[in-house]
């Protein structure tokens, strides 16, 4: 690794430019066909939703919902078009496309509107895996959490996640790339140390992007990828779509430093939050075995809309250096892998990068890719951390572009 060279030329001159937040959203049109079942299953559905919309105060998210079913229907048609199967041999059917529709739209409103709605009270959220999941969970034992639950007591949030997500995935033509990377980190974590994944990040499904690309690896990842704590910004946590999902993962509820300063009032709090989130992690580094993803830009990567072309957003060296001081503080050893991520294309985010939720969901049947890279050993003195970061960086930038490479999306190549 060169840092000289690093700072004169990015793998493929990558370009560090983000879209403009006056940037148009990205707009995928619908395939104009949809197999037959798939469209009678898309239609029963959109009619059940619309009926529950017009008795509700929510008659408002009907035209995001239905492009949301529109987009999924399509996505899965589409993967049941092209052969793919679920885990277990069976075909992708449109009854299956209705169900995890119904369901996800079911949680939305549920957990994720009214008064009601699911609060992460703790900076270190726990996935929700439900009563018949093996290990214990005091959280069942209390009552008004139970009641809250209601029919979802047994649910396994986490399957529930990839279980939506999974259909979308070409998982035959994925990638799932440096297998030798992750049995190091396995190994280490199952010694008791720590492993942070540096990676960037493209779409909302990326959590279950890597469970599902895992699983893919073999059982003992796919374990891993359950376990896996996620450093999640507030989009992740208050959105009402997203919040079903996030109920099932490990998470570390933080303000990314890209939104936080989007209102000046409430940023002191934003701040304090932060600070707790990082004393929990601290916490967990201390205790060992802790598995952490985390994006270092702090969102998501966009798209150059003039030349349709994705690179990876930069990673910022301070939020780099707050994971590599924490790992030191813990006094357990800590390594770090930089994981390359292509997802784009399974939800394409907006092409504008805003602090509000309730964005537009695209969703499409593609091939996605994990590249772990080597560790980047976490040596050198404050005068050598911008070297630490770079590396991360320049590492992730290698594996994202022979991931683009290998799963044919060269257009997408800075
Ligand atoms: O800031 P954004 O729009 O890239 O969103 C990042 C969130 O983590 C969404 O998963």
Not at 372 to 386: L, Q, S, Y
Request: a negative charge; aromatic letters at 8%; glycine letters at 8%.
């Amino acid at each position: 690794f060169s840092p000289s060279r690093f700072s004169i030329s990015r793998p493929f001159c990558q370009s560090p430019v983000l879209a403009s937040t006056t940037d148009k959203p990205t707009e995928t049109t619908a395939e104009p066909s949809l197999a037959v079942p798939f469209q009678a299953a898309r239609d029963a559905s959109v009619a059940k939703i619309q009926a529950v919309l017009s008795q509700s105060k929510y008659a408002a998210l009907e035209t995001p919902l239905v492009h949301f079913m529109d987009e999924y229907f399509h996505s899965l048609s589409q993967a049941a078009e092209s052969g793919a199967t679920n885990p277990d041999g069976s075909e992708i059917t449109a009854s299956q496309a209705a169900n995890e529709m119904l369901r996800t739209i079911q949680f939305g409103m549920k957990y994720g509107l009214g008064e009601k709605k699911y609060t992460f009270e703790n900076v270190r959220h726990k996935a929700l895996r439900g009563t018949n999941h093996g290990e214990k969970d005091e959280r069942y034992d209390d009552e008004s959490f139970v009641k809250m639950l209601g029919d979802d007591v047994t649910t396994d949030f986490y399957a529930a996640g990839c279980d939506f997500f999974r259909p979308s995935m070409d998982l035959n033509n994925s990638l799932i790339l440096g297998v030798d990377n992750l049995e190091k980190a396995l190994n280490q974590i199952r010694k008791g140390e720590n492993v942070v994944f540096l990676a960037n990040h493209q779409s909302e499904a990326d959590p279950q992007v890597v469970s599902c690309l895992f699983e893919k690896a073999g059982k003992e990842y796919g374990d891993l990828a359950a376990h896996i704590t996620y450093v999640a910004g507030h989009k992740v946590t208050t959105d009402p779509l997203a919040i079903p999902f996030s109920m099932g993962r490990n998470l570390l509820c933080i303000h990314s430093k890209k939104h936080i300063d989007s209102d000046p009032e409430t940023k002191p709090a934003k701040s304090k939050q932060n600070m707790a989130a990082m004393n929990e992690m601290l916490q967990g580094l201390k205790d060992g075995g802790m598995a952490i993803w985390v994006a270092p830009s702090g969102g998501r990567d966009r798209r150059i809309v003039s030349s349709g072309k994705i690179p990876i957003a930069t990673f910022d060296q301070k939020t780099v250096d707050m994971f590599r001081l924490m790992g030191n503080k813990s006094r357990k050893p800590t390594h770090f892998y930089p994981m390359a991520m292509v997802s784009y294309d399974l939800c394409p985010p907006p092409d504008f990068v805003e602090a509000g939720v309730g964005e537009k969901r695209n969703v499409r049947f593609t091939p996605v890719g994990i590249k772990v890279m080597d560790e980047v050993p976490n040596v050198g003195g404050a005068e050598k951390r911008h070297l630490f970061t770079h590396s991360a960086e320049f590492e992730c930038i290698k594996g994202y572009e022979e991931l683009l490479v290998g799963l044919g999306m060269h257009k997408y190549l800075p």
